[in-house]
């Protein structure tokens, strides 16, 4: 077992308290997901089911029955013959989760908009981007690029729709494992820092439609510099 399967394996096995009796392989694809979030699995890792089974103490069919949602959810990728490995995405791939995710995001902001929101929905993405300020305030980039993750399904649970909610975390999960191949998170992340405040500020005040149409502008702006930064970094990594 590899230095780097270690860490991420041990990280596994300090929540596997979240995994209770009778749980399905759901809890273990959310286990997973999350650290995709984290950025403590990258694109290229193989998940190995014996390191799984023994961080999580779970069956080996509960293991692949995970592996199989998260494949499903195109967060990993099966290899004939090979395993199965954290995936790595195209241009194309970003693309298109970079329009998906403003046409979901902007119309749970633009839903949220018709009712009354709950407070502490509200709160939540204020918080999130502060945490991001200040994991910018302390050079802390991939800190910040959680913070921006959770800012974003933040303002999409703003529509108190489950299925919103569950699409969004797919999403992230997902545009995730682009950000981790950007050997510069700096220039990633940093220019939707105070972005990210003034949403939380126009969401706290009520300003919902206001917040939607910056939203919307913001989110197409990002696809621009993401797909040029991204391109970059995959040609890097070619040459």
């Keep these: 077992m590899t230095a ?6 041990a990280s ?5 308290g979240r995994i209770q009796v ?3 392989a759901e809890r273990v694809a959310d286990l997973l997901r999350g650290q995709v979030l984290e950025g403590e699995l990258r694109p290229g890792m193989q998940l190995a089911e014996e390191p799984l089974v023994e961080a999580l103490a779970v069956s080996r069919n509960t293991v692949r029955e995970a592996l199989q949602k998260l494949s499903q959810e195109r967060l990993v990728e099966h290899h004939r013959h090979r395993g199965v490995f954290v995936r790595r995405l195209g241009r194309d791939d970003l693309s298109d989760l970079c329009g998906l995710r403003r046409a979901v995001e902007v119309g749970a902001v633009r839903d949220a908009a018709a009712h009354a929101v709950d407070p502490e929905l509200a709160a939540a993405v204020r918080a999130a981007a ?6 910018a305030d302390a ?6 690029g959680t913070a921006n993750a959770q800012t974003h399904l933040a303002l999409a649970a703003l529509a108190g729709n489950t ?12 545009m995730r494992l682009a950000f981790l191949v950007v050997s510069d998170p700096r220039a990633l992340h940093e220019p939707y820092v ?9 969401v706290v005040s009520g300003r919902l439609t206001e917040a939607a149409d910056e939203l919307d502008a913001y989110l197409r702006r990002a696809e621009r510099h993401l797909l040029d930064i991204y391109s970059a970094a995959i040609a ?3 040459a």
Excluded: P
């Design 4 to 9: 780097l399967t270690t860490t991420w394996t």
């Design 12 to 16: 596994l096995a300090q929540q596997r």
């Design 22 to 24: 009778g749980s399905t």
């Design 130 to 135: 502060e945490s991001g300020r200040r994991a």
């Design 139 to 144: 050079g802390d980039w991939g800190a910040a």
């Design 163 to 174: 299925r919103v909610d569950e699409t969004m975390r797919a999403l992230v999960a997902e």
């Design 194 to 202: 105070e972005a990210n405040l003034a949403l939380g500020e126009q």
């Design 236 to 238: 890097a990594d070619r």
